[in-house]
Every structure is written in C-alpha cells, then in structure tokens.
C-alpha cells in the first residue's frame, strides 16, 4: 500500500463528515474501533523493565497513549505490562498453538492479560 494521508467525507444533505488518517492511515483504523466497541475506559500496555525502570519503547506507549486520549472520550491509563507477552506465549504454548504460525496472535493475547492485570487490579482495591 502506498504510503499518505487519506481524506474521506460522508456527505450529507445537512453535514459533511471528514476524516482524515495518517500517512498509514492507523488513526483512521483506531478511530473506526472506538466509535464501534465505545470504550469506557482505554488501557496501553508500558513496557519496563524487570527493576521497573522504562524500557526504551516506553516513551513510544506513551506518545501513544497520549494520541489515544486526544481520539478518545474516555480516560487512557497506561499500565505496566511486564511478562504479559511471556505469559500470553506460555498460555498458546500450552493451549497447542504454533508459536510460529501464531505470531501475530501473540500481540493479541498479550493485550488480553493487559485486561486480566488491570482487572485484578482494580478487584483488590474494591
């Protein structure tokens, strides 16, 4: 796909919509996820490393984050996600998946202990 910013509009008789993407047209793919699962609250993984310090792709999660909550209508938090990709792995590993053949499910399933995490979090302090 060639690389650009996109523009779509939906025009109406009484409004004109008009989005516009980055040049790999992501913000466009993030807006269209809101507006359809309308979250109420937004999470991003901050990767660290084991003695807590920010690892270098921490700045990144959190331009991110920082994106996100200019995107969105609810709060973005940033959580630390470390191991949530070694126990995602571990987890397809030992459900019979091909960590080979399942490498894109990984990204995936570390966002789902993302949730677990800030989920028992959030039960402990209730």
Same mark, same amino acid.
């Given at each position: 796909m060639q690389r650009g910013r996109r523009? !779509?509009?939906d025009y109406g008789d009484v409004r004109i919509g008009?989005?516009?993407c980055d040049p790999d047209g992501i913000l466009a793919q993030i807006s269209q996820i809101?507006?359809?699962?309308e979250p109420i609250h937004i999470y991003v993984g901050k990767p660290s490393h084991m003695d807590g310090r920010d690892s270098e792709s !921490? !700045? *990144? !999660?959190?331009t991110f984050a920082k994106m996100l909550s200019e995107l969105a209508t609810c709060p973005v938090t940033l959580v630390d996600e470390r191991?949530?990709?070694v126990t995602a792995t571990r987890n397809?590993? /030992?459900s019979g998946v091909n960590i080979k053949d399942a490498r894109a499910s990984i990204d995936q399933a570390a966002a789902v202990e993302i949730l677990k995490l800030k989920r028992? *979090? /959030?039960e402990n302090f209730q």
């Open positions: 523009i !779509a509009f008009v989005a516009v809101l507006a359809e699962y !921490a !700045a *990144k !999660a959190s191991l949530s990709t397809l590993r /030992d028992t *979090k /959030d």
